[in-house]
């Protein structure tokens, strides 16, 4: 048995252990709940804006972390004629999550809001895990010479709307403040869970704002450089949030932003790795020539 397989089976089974103990034994999960508010209490602690966000999404940044890597663990578990598709082991992730987020919240005193909770935060974790699985599984493809041209006048502007975003003078949603509020009390009323306030929605936001940076990073350098968008996310990041402390006096520089910052841009370099594969493939499909080597496996996939 190849030792990936031995690992990933492993852990797998540690997984299913620990599902089990929390099902049939509450105490445990309760304990293990209030281990972690007491971690999150030390890390705030700390100051400088960490973890300032609400309670609650915290909590279920947390379940998307653990179940990020399930889709890629279920996959290498399996090898041989036991090798598991790609979307077969993102559903069978996903099912498990649902599994486990059902029996925690029939334990808890608000079943309906536990379960919507782990079930949004687990759907998230599964289509990240999707996305590592992906470029796990991608080989090595370099950029073309346009697609390099194209990634590096796109990083051009997006840089500029970086800086512009970061070293304005005041907070650039500062005006659409009551706006924002007005819309998220009309989503807490349909549905969505109270602890996406408006803390929770900057720093999803934060996130999203540096998914290009990452992306772009990889499709100007190729799949080998995925470290490198994902680097460019937190150099970047924490120069903008260093220059508002120094420099801008209305602005609060956050540990939070450049944690929100850094994943943004880690995401990204695993979108770019997976779109520079599927080129790859489309190229390797359509030649024809003699003598085509087949490409090597990516530095992210090892």
């Not at 502007?157 to 949603?173: A, E, N, Q, R, T």
């Not at 992306?215 to 949030?241: K, N, P, Q």
Request: glycine letters at 12%.
């Amino acid at each position: 048995m190849p030792r990936r397989t031995a690992i990933a089976r492993f852990v797998l089974g540690c997984a299913v252990l620990l599902a089990v103990v929390v099902a049939t034994l509450p105490g445990v999960a309760s304990g293990a709940v209030e281990l972690f508010r007491a971690g999150v209490a030390a890390l705030r602690g700390v100051g400088h804006g960490l973890l300032s966000v609400e309670d609650g999404f915290v909590t279920a940044a947390a379940v998307t972390l653990v179940v990020v890597p399930l889709p890629a663990l279920v996959a290498a578990a399996g090898r041989g004629a036991a090798a598991v598709a790609g979307w077969r082991a993102s559903v069978w992730a996903a099912v498990a999550c649902v599994v486990v987020v059902s029996i925690r919240a029939a334990q808890g005193t608000t079943p309906g809001p536990t379960w919507v909770s782990g079930v949004l935060a687990s759907a998230v974790g599964v289509l990240l895990g999707c996305l590592l699985l992906a470029a796990l599984r991608t080989r090595a493809v370099a950029p073309t010479p346009r697609s390099r041209r194209l990634a590096t006048t796109l990083l051009a502007l997006y840089g500029i709307g970086v800086l512009l975003v970061g070293f304005w003078g005041s907070p650039v949603d500062a005006g659409a403040h009551p706006g924002i509020l007005r819309v998220l009390d009309l989503a807490h009323r349909a549905g969505l869970p109270l602890w996406f306030g408006y803390g929770a929605l900057e720093f999803t936001a934060n996130v999203l704002f540096f998914v290009p940076l990452g992306l772009l990073v990889v499709l100007r350098l190729g799949t080998r450089a995925w470290w490198a968008g994902a680097a460019a996310g937190l150099v970047v990041s924490a120069a903008i949030e260093v220059g508002q402390a120094l420099f801008l006096p209305a602005r609060f520089a956050s540990l939070d932003d450049v944690l929100a910052n850094t994943s943004g841009a880690v995401i990204g370099a695993m979108a770019g790795v997976v779109l520079l594969g599927l080129r790859g493939r489309r190229t390797t499909a359509g030649t024809t020539a003699p003598g085509t080597t087949k490409p090597r496996r990516s530095a992210a996939g090892r």
